[in-house]
């Protein structure tokens, strides 16, 4: 090729010109052809949060079960027909009524007058448990809550301060460590009056937060040796700005993770408490467990209702958790469209 024909030749400037360029050369029209592009559409980080958290199926079909729960707690038992402090003469020994197996006896789905029976008073035993599933959850929630709080208020501090601070801390962390979570409890629920959720809530949140003041003391001391920490005290922020408007940011996914873990640990905790003779003086799930546990082998549905409701939430909060922490999984750090 000469200097006069390498002119002559036109210059492709991206490659949508040379795909053009060689469609023309074929003698093809460019209609004809279909240029598929690969393409990253740029999303924030909590649309992708969102998204991956969404894509997870075990942790979606747990939160339908666990809304469908709630609903059934507070709704279902303001609609039913039967309050759940009301007796009243047994049925059929206080059978359950629930028929889901209809070939077995030709009546089909029916939830009768009593589908999970009765209990030793005549009470309808479907209301009396969704109010006892009404109290798990307010305990479980609250004492979550607070567990996380403490714990993330004490680990931010020791791993932010370090020094003095956090050899303090952490020793009284280590200290509470020595003891099991379940004594820490009854020893509280004997102190204090346990006949009211809140209190039973706080027992269990004052002996759950240690795990968490742990791993978010690791957090705090990894992200406060990074550049944009540095930066903001250049810039004269304070030690509290810089730890609550931050790195918090940063740890929350962990938090938030930690946090539905110790709600499904507070539910497990209450029945055990309950179980020992410690529970709340409320009719909560937990304390159904331990008053008819006698009855197991004579009417084992005065047992095993409350139990399967302990079960299904504390496995439900579970997988969510799980589905959290794979939502906030750092690695995960783009989604292709």
Known sequence: ???????????????????????????IEPDDVIVDEFTVESRTQRQ??????????????????LVFIVLLSYVGLWLWKYPPDQSGILENGGRPTL??????DGDGLALGEHPFGQDNIGRDYFAVTLRGSQQ?????????????FIGT???????????????????????????????????????????????????????????????VRAEFMSLREKEFVEAAKAMGASNTRIMWKHILPNVVGSVIVLGTLLISAAILVETALAYLGFGSGTT????????????????P?????????????ALCINFIGDGLRDAFDPKQTRVRQ
Do not use: C, K
């Open 1 to 27: 090729m000469t200097i006069e024909d390498a002119e002559s030749v036109p210059r492709i400037d991206s490659p949508n010109e040379a795909i053009a360029a060689d469609i023309a050369m074929e003698g």
């Open 48 to 65: 992708m949060v969102v998204r991956r958290f969404f894509r997870h199926r075990l942790a979606m079909a747990s939160l339908t079960v």
């Open 99 to 104: 028929d889901l197996i209809p070939w077995l």
């Open 136 to 148: 798990s959850l307010l305990i479980a929630l609250t004492a979550g809550l607070v567990a996380t």
């Open 153 to 215: 208020i004490v680990g931010g501090l020791a791993g932010y301060y370090r020094g003095w601070v956090d050899n303090a801390l952490m020793r009284f962390v280590d200290v509470l460590f020595t003891v099991p979570l379940l004594v820490v409890a009854v020893v509280l629920s004997r102190r204090f009056d346990t006949d009211s959720f809140l209190w039973m809530a706080m027992i269990i949140a004052l002996a759950s937060w240690l795990t968490t003041a742990r791993v």
């Open 284 to 299: 909560s799930l937990g304390l159904q467990v331990s008053n008819y546990q006698t009855a197991f082998n004579t009417r």
């Open 301 to 313: 549905w005065l047992f095993w209702w409350p139990g399967l409701f302990i079960v299904a939430i």
